[in-house]
């Protein structure tokens, strides 16, 4: 069964709002869990680290003003599109670690900035 | 940095036929090595991974890679491929004591039936 769900699968909306996506891990705790984007044809980009308890981790060129993370508990991290633009439409997609150091991927949220 | 590199964007192969996908890395230390497979309209899934040890693993669905050490490879096989392996294979890597998984560009395979 799934280790890693997101939500929503989908999500469609005008540009200028904010869109939430949830990343759930299912089976066991995440005292750290990732965020990917993933372009058309492209591969996956890490956006940043979100860590329970503390500030998330953004990497390089990703703007952490419009990119909220916060890992509320051990098994959800959220992370927030603000003020959404067409040019933030894309494939986001999570990860938890799992016990052998192997990660578990969400199935991803498909956002359409309109 | 980190970074790896998959030399094939686009694989066309008629079923049966032999695969081998290239995959490079570069790192300053002891890695962890990955294959991801992502099917049409499905999320990544885990096809096998390096650790340690044997530098030959096995994985899922008859794939099965080889890490060489001296070359920063680790290219992912199979002797005969089906229809049904038409997918994004993505090769992936990490540090021993990082968590975060830096993925190749994907190489997108097609087979022919």
């Known amino acids: 069964g799934a280790v890693v769900s997101q939500h929503p699968s989908r999500v469609i909306c005008k540009s200028g709002t904010s869109v939430k996506i949830e990343c759930r891990s299912l089976?066991?705790?995440?005292?750290?869990m990732f965020w990917y984007r993933q372009f058309p044809k492209k591969s996956l980009m890490l956006m940043a680290t979100s860590n329970e308890g503390s500030k998330a981790t953004y990497e390089q060129g990703v703007e952490k003003d419009k990119f909220l993370i916060n890992h509320a508990s051990l098994t959800l991290s959220t992370l927030t599109v603000t003020s959404a633009h067409p040019e933030d439409s894309s494939f986001y997609i999570c990860?938890?670690?799992?016990?052998?150091?192997?990660?578990?991927f969400g199935p991803g949220t498909r956002l359409t900035v309109l | 940095a980190q970074s790896v590199s998959q030399h094939n964007h686009h694989v066309i192969l008629s079923e049966a036929a032999s695969l081998e996908l290239g995959c490079n890395y570069s790192?300053?230390?002891?890695?962890?090595l990955f294959w991801y497979v992502q099917y049409p309209g499905q999320h990544l899934q885990l096809l096998l991974k390096y650790f340690s040890g044997d530098p030959l693993v096995k994985g899922i669905k008859g794939f099965e890679a080889e890490f060489i050490k001296s070359k920063f490879s680790f290219n992912l096989r199979k002797p005969s491929v089906q229809w049904s392996d038409t997918a994004e294979y993505f090769c992936a890597v990490n540090g021993m004591n990082n968590n975060d998984l830096r993925f190749g560009a994907g190489t997108r395979l097609t087979v022919k039936p």
């Open positions: 790192y300053g230390g002891t890695v962890n």
């Open positions: 990860s938890v670690p799992g016990p052998t150091d192997t990660q578990y």
């Open positions: 089976d066991f705790q995440a005292t750290t």
